[in-house]
């Protein structure tokens, strides 16, 4: 039995619905139109513009210089694609380093950009940020685990929670940013076991990358599942073009394997 709901649009109560009823939520990167119409006709749940387009759009190296022009423009042309999808757009560096700034932006992103969802990554410094979203009733993902737009501090793009300090404070975060108002938590680079656990207490979705295969749902950069990601990929990800004759099929294929927990194996999830 697959979720049901009211409009063709997919809505944060089918998602939750689809979280009780232990159905893993499809979700993929998009920065274009023709991606967009694809990924949305293929029944993929939710579609995320995420400010990875910095290194897979634009050729930078990390996902800082990032402007808030750029997020809202290929925002809305992803918006034009996409009919029944969940359009989630990343704010990017700095645009929600104040409440009002985040305000301000995540306005944008719903009113001029088309998208029904803003993620901002963080997890107890940005609970007043979550809160004042949720008070206005702008659907929020908390990205935690590990958090791009932190490279410069963290050095590094390495697993998070490994060690017990680290894993209980992700508890925590999860735990925080649920009861602030998030309605859903994106999880990346994190131990299996930690993700299973996040993902057992909570009420809210949790989409992972990197996570393993127990989350509520499953995300990849599209550039990742292509194979064409330049330089070499993650670890976590798969290209699903290896073993399909066309894009279609890579996009089908890896629906058809988050759904069935197939994707990700061993292989593509840390212990
Ligand atoms: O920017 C992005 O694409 C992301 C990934 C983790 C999905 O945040």
């Known amino acids: 039995m697959s979720v ?5 649009r ?24 023709s991606f967009a119409r694809l990924l949305d006709q293929s029944g993929v749940e939710i579609i995320l513009v995420g400010d990875s387009l910095g290194m ?23 918006s034009k694609g996409v009919e029944r999808a969940l359009l989630i757009m990343d704010m990017p560096f700095m645009s929600y380093a104040s409440v009002e700034r ?18 901002l990554e963080g997890g107890m410094d940005q609970l007043p940020i979550v809160e004042a979203l949720s008070r206005h009733d702008i659907p929020v993902c908390a990205h935690i685990g ?29 735990a925080a940013l649920e009861q602030a108002g998030a309605d859903i938590i ?7 076991k930690l993700a299973a656990e996040i993902s057992a207490n909570t009420e809210i979705p949790v989409i992972g990358i990197g996570a393993g295969n127990a989350c509520d749902g499953q995300i990849l950069v599209l550039q990742d599942l292509l194979g064409i990601t330049p330089g070499k990929p993650p670890r976590f ?11 279609q099929t890579a996009i089908k294929t890896y629906a058809d394997d988050v759904r069935s927990r197939k994707f990700p194996d061993e292989e593509h999830s840390f212990s």
């Open 4 to 8: 049901q709901t009211t409009t063709s």
């Open 237 to 247: 990800a798969k290209n699903f073009m290896q073993e399909s004759p066309d894009i």
């Open 102 to 119: 985040a305000l301000d932006s995540a306005t944008l992103a719903l009113q001029d950009a088309g998208a029904h969802m803003v993620k």
């Open 146 to 174: 590990l958090k791009p737009q932190s490279i410069y501090k963290s050095g590094s793009y390495r697993v998070q929670g490994r060690n017990q300090a680290a894993a209980t404070l992700m508890i925590e975060e999860a």
């Open 186 to 192: 994106l999880l990346e680079c994190v131990p299996q």
């Open 56 to 78: 897979v759009i634009q050729g930078h190296q990390t996902t800082i210089p990032v402007s808030m022009e750029d997020m809202l423009y290929h925002t809305s042309i992803v």
């Open 10 to 33: 997919l809505n944060l109560p089918a998602l939750k619905k689809m979280k009780q009823l232990k159905q893993p939520i499809v979700a993929l990167t998009a920065y274009d139109y």
